[in-house]
């Protein structure tokens, strides 16, 4: 199995609050991964640094055979655009944009095919968004409905990966396990290998790999808190 993600003696800190130390990870491609750990014990950092938005002071990340630290902040920003699809825990939908404009800003930088609609339509479908739920302005949308609208725009570039930072926690515990189900169902269908990150381990479940942070991480727990 080929690795899509890659991590070799990579270090992190905040100032001088060291957070991460990982002597190695990778993640396959295909395989659906969920990464849990305590509250501070580093997991939106090292999204961050999967996804290229934070850089480490040592070691390496490669991510489709790619060294992310090789690459200058515009030319990581392009790869995350082009390869790499991000479901935020607050969506960071537009409210005063419709759903399909927020849904199209994922092609600005994106693919070409991915602006258009037959390529949209078939996103949309597959998330049950429609056609009417489209025109409409995020900000009046349910919290179910924005973090379809959140998984739609990571799926247009047809990413190869999928990052996604506790993006269930506004939810029931019924609407989670619904909406967990249908982004890995997406997923497969899009081929498409997934890191979720969440506190809430009743999800581990849906998963077929688990990584506990905290082991793969050689900083203490005292020193983190
Ligand atoms: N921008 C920042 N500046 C300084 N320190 C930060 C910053 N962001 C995070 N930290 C610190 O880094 C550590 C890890 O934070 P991080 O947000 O990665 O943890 P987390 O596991 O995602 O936490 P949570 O589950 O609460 O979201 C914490 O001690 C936090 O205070």
């Given at each position: 199995m080929e690795p899509v993600i890659q991590l070799d003696k990579v270090k992190f800190a905040w100032q001088d609050k060291a957070v991460l130390n990982i002597e190695h990870w990778q993640v396959e491609k295909g395989q659906k991964v969920f990464l849990y750990g305590p509250s501070g014990s580093g997991k939106s950092t090292l999204l961050n640094l999967l996804c290229g938005i934070l850089t480490p002071q040592q070691g390496s990340i490669s991510v489709l055979t790619q060294e992310l630290t090789r690459l200058k902040a515009g030319a990581r920003d392009r790869f995350r655009a082009r390869h790499i699809g991000v479901i935020f825990q607050q969506f960071n939908?537009?409210?005063?944009?419709t759903v399909r404009q927020n849904i199209m800003l994922a092609a600005w930088f994106g693919r070409?095919?991915?602006?258009?609609s037959g390529h949209l339509q078939q996103i949309t479908g597959q998330l049950q968004l429609s056609n009417e739920l489209l025109?409409?302005?995020?900000?009046?949308?349910s919290v179910g409905q924005q973090q379809r609208v959140a998984v739609a725009r990571a799926l247009l570039n047809h990413p190869e990966i999928i990052i996604a930072d506790e993006p269930t926690s506004a939810l029931d515990s019924e609407l989670r396990d619904q909406f967990v189900d249908l982004l890995l169902q997406c997923c497969e269908k899009n081929q498409a290998t997934v890191v979720f990150v969440s506190h809430d381990k009743t999800l581990a479940g849906h998963f077929d790999q688990q990584q506990n942070l905290s082991e793969l991480n050689n900083i203490s727990e005292e020193i983190l808190c």
């Open positions: 939908l537009l409210p005063y944009m070409a095919e991915s602006a258009e025109e409409r302005k995020a900000g009046e949308l």
